[in-house]
């Protein structure tokens, strides 16, 4: 779970640090504390000017708001993730799924690789959340686990 919670906090550091001069990561506080704290600064911190700017993202040159919009669709793949690996019913609406696939499938090549999506899955499912999981080849939380074991 500490591996889930740390990959959480990395992800909200390069939010909170994308578009700054210095986006170098820093100290980083112990485990479980940083999220709460930067929740609220994200929140208020970004202006509609902000959104339009062009930033160096780890996943090549992009919009902020392109940028948030792959930070949403990797919070959502971690739900699914943690449903699945749980064995609980995700609960997540098919529009997302599509919305999702929408925002990742132009990137697909800079999303895949170590801490990032695996190779795209086979699928038969007519299911649009179910699609979008075999696209992103999403079991990370498992693969996780499984490294654990």
Known sequence: MIDV??????????????????????????????????????EQRYTQDDL????????????????????????????????????????????MAIEAYKIMQPRSESMRGPGRFNDPCTTTSDDAVEQFMAFAGAHLLTQLINQHE
């Open 52 to 95: 339009n700017q062009q930033v160096a993202s780890p996943f090549g040159d992009m919009t902020l708001d392109e940028f948030l919009g792959i930070i949403w669709v990797d919070t959502f793949t971690h739900a699914w993730d943690i449903a699945d690996a749980s064995s609980v019913d995700h609960g997540i609406p098919s529009e």
């Open 5 to 42: 919670i740390e990959h959480a906090e990395m992800v909200l550091s390069m939010v909170d640090n994308i578009n700054r001069e210095d986006s170098s990561k820093g100290d980083q506080p112990a485990t479980g504390t940083f999220i709460a704290k930067l929740k609220d600064e994200i």
